[in-house]
């Protein structure tokens, strides 16, 4: 085989090889976004239904006229921990107040009112063991009324929780749960993420 054709079948072969890279590329990128895509419409299907049994329970406790109304209102799906969520420097130099961002969407996943108490817990990971529980914060029903915070990114409720500077490993994400008790329909609700400390960043605006 003289130089010129190996020339062509390295040539021929390296553009065939990255013509079947891309292609493999483009399909994965496909499948990501069907998958990606089916995710969200799982979750849509899932807040509805979840809706639909808050309805239910409303019905049950309306009578006459009212259940049409009832039927009608749009009611809490779910919880999510807002990335806004983060720390910001306390009151002492060894103190930090955690910012907990909990956003509400009803069954279309739009957002929706809050009418309930609300409580956050703040846990530290331990490898190998429960986490422990560093800080719990309990709201009333008009502590959460006065916790809505409005703006670009959206409506949330926000809860302040404070903590000792030597609980928290900088960079270590610690655990945030939110637990919200219903007050129209008496049902629980809940949402989990985490939240790491950054000290060289602002982590929530």
Same mark, same amino acid.
């Given at each position: 085989m003289?130089?010129?054709?190996?020339?062509?079948i390295f040539?021929?072969?390296?553009?065939?090889?990255?013509?079947?890279?891309g292609?493999?590329?483009?399909?994965?990128?496909?499948?990501?976004?069907?998958?990606?895509?089916?995710h969200?419409?799982?979750?849509?299907?899932q807040?509805?239904?979840?809706?639909?049994?808050?309805?239910? *329970? $409303?019905?049950?406790t309306?009578q006459? &006229?009212n259940?049409?109304a #009832?039927?009608?209102?749009?009611? %809490?799906?779910g919880? !999510?921990?807002?990335?806004?969520?983060?720390?910001?420097p306390?009151?002492?130099?060894?103190?930090?107040?955690?910012?907990?961002?909990?956003?509400?969407?009803?069954?279309?996943?739009?957002?929706?009112?809050?009418?309930?108490?609300?409580?956050?817990?703040?846990?530290?990971?331990?490898?190998?063991r429960?986490?422990?529980?560093?800080?719990t914060?309990?709201?009333?029903p *008009? $502590?959460?009324?006065?916790?809505?915070? &409005?703006?670009?990114?959206? #409506?949330?409720?926000?809860?302040? %929780?404070?903590?000792? !500077?030597?609980?928290?490993?900088p960079d270590?994400?610690?655990?945030?749960?939110?637990f919200?008790?219903?007050?129209?329909t008496?049902?629980?609700?809940?949402?989990?993420?985490s939240?790491?400390?950054?000290p060289s960043?602002r982590?929530?605006?």
């Amino acid at each position: 085989m003289t130089r010129l054709a190996a020339g062509i079948i390295f040539i021929a072969a390296t553009v065939l090889l990255t013509s079947c890279d891309g292609r493999s590329r483009r399909a994965s990128a496909k499948l990501r976004s069907e998958n990606a895509a089916l995710h969200r419409e799982v979750e849509a299907l899932q807040d509805r239904q979840v809706e639909l049994e808050a309805s239910l *329970t $409303a019905l049950a406790t309306e009578q006459g &006229g009212n259940r049409g109304a #009832a039927a009608q209102t749009p009611q %809490v799906a779910g919880l !999510t921990i807002s990335p806004l969520s983060g720390f910001e420097p306390g009151e002492g130099p060894d103190a930090l107040r955690l910012e907990i961002h909990v956003a509400a969407q009803d069954g279309r996943q739009r957002p929706i009112q809050l009418v309930g108490p609300l409580e956050a817990q703040v846990l530290r990971p331990v490898p190998g063991r429960s986490p422990v529980v560093l800080a719990t914060t309990k709201l009333d029903p *008009t $502590a959460v009324r006065d916790a809505w915070r &409005g703006g670009l990114l959206g #409506a949330t409720y926000r809860v302040d %929780v404070m903590l000792d !500077t030597a609980s928290i490993e900088p960079d270590t994400p610690v655990l945030v749960h939110v637990f919200h008790t219903d007050a129209r329909t008496g049902r629980s609700l809940e949402a989990t993420s985490s939240v790491a400390h950054r000290p060289s960043t602002r982590t929530s605006p």
